[in-house]
């Protein structure tokens, strides 16, 4: 159980346009979705924390019109990258929490990760 | 927020116990103490975590100090699909309840 996938796992795009992730929980009701960007070698940094049908809040430094997200429903959220650039090449990791109960009601469960790459 | 300090990196001997150590000096009274840990290009696995006792699973064990300022992670039988990097993460205690991932020890079994 509590198995939380992402769509793409791998894409490439040009300059300028604009990429779609996709985060479902398919196992479980995920009351908050986490987002999060990790460069090369470095530690995952969160961008944003998204509740079920309410606005996301944002990490400082992180901007809300180029990291749009959407929960619109308790098994899925996107992040949309807007007007992507080559700086924005990174994997794109979100998590999910819900499900369980009890000592493990805070624990998140992670997807497995999209990379994408901005020509 | 407490931050969390950890070494960069580690080697362990395959079959050996991998002791991983971290400090969390800040840490608050109510705060939780997470592991997880990432294997190259795919998302963190969750190990265990604690508040204040000693907790195992059959993963790891976490040792947590009376003071609550540090805690190691412990593989009891290293092996190689252990290979990873290890992230102690202090768990916020207010609303969203937070991971922020501090840099994580790199953790190398070796045969």
């Known amino acids: 159980g509590a198995v939380v996938s992402q769509h793409p796992s791998w894409v490439i795009c040009k300059s300028g346009t604009s990429v779609k992730i996709e985060c479902r929980s398919l196992?479980?009701?995920?009351?908050?979705m986490f987002w999060y960007r990790q460069f090369p070698k470095q530690s995952l940094m969160l961008m944003a924390t998204s509740n079920e049908g309410s606005k996301a809040t944002y990490e400082q430094g992180v901007e809300k019109d180029k990291f749009l997200i959407n929960h619109a429903s308790l098994t899925l959220s996107t992040l949309t990258v807007t007007s992507a650039h080559p700086e924005d090449s990174s994997f794109y990791i979100c998590?999910?929490?819900?499900?369980?109960?009890?000592?493990?009601?805070?624990?998140?469960?992670f997807g497995p990760g999209t990379r994408l790459t901005v020509l | 927020d407490a931050k969390t300090t950890q070494p960069t990196s580690m080697d362990c001997a395959e079959g050996r116990a991998a002791n991983l150590p971290c400090n969390h000096s800040t840490i608050s009274g109510n705060e939780y103490v997470y592991w997880y840990r990432q294997i190259h290009s795919q998302g963190p696995q969750y190990i265990i975590h604690g508040l204040k006792n000693n907790e195992t699973n059959e993963m790891a064990s976490l040792i947590i100090t009376e003071d609550r300022k540090s805690s190691t992670l412990i593989l009891p039988h290293a092996t190689l699909r252990d290979t990873a990097v290890y992230y102690c993460i202090v768990r916020v205690n207010r609303a969203g309840n937070q991971f922020y991932f501090g840099t994580g020890t790199s953790l190398t079994v070796i045969p």
């Open positions: 998590s999910a929490r819900g499900g369980l109960t009890g000592a493990r009601v805070n624990e998140q469960f």
């Open positions: 196992d479980f009701q995920a009351t908050t």
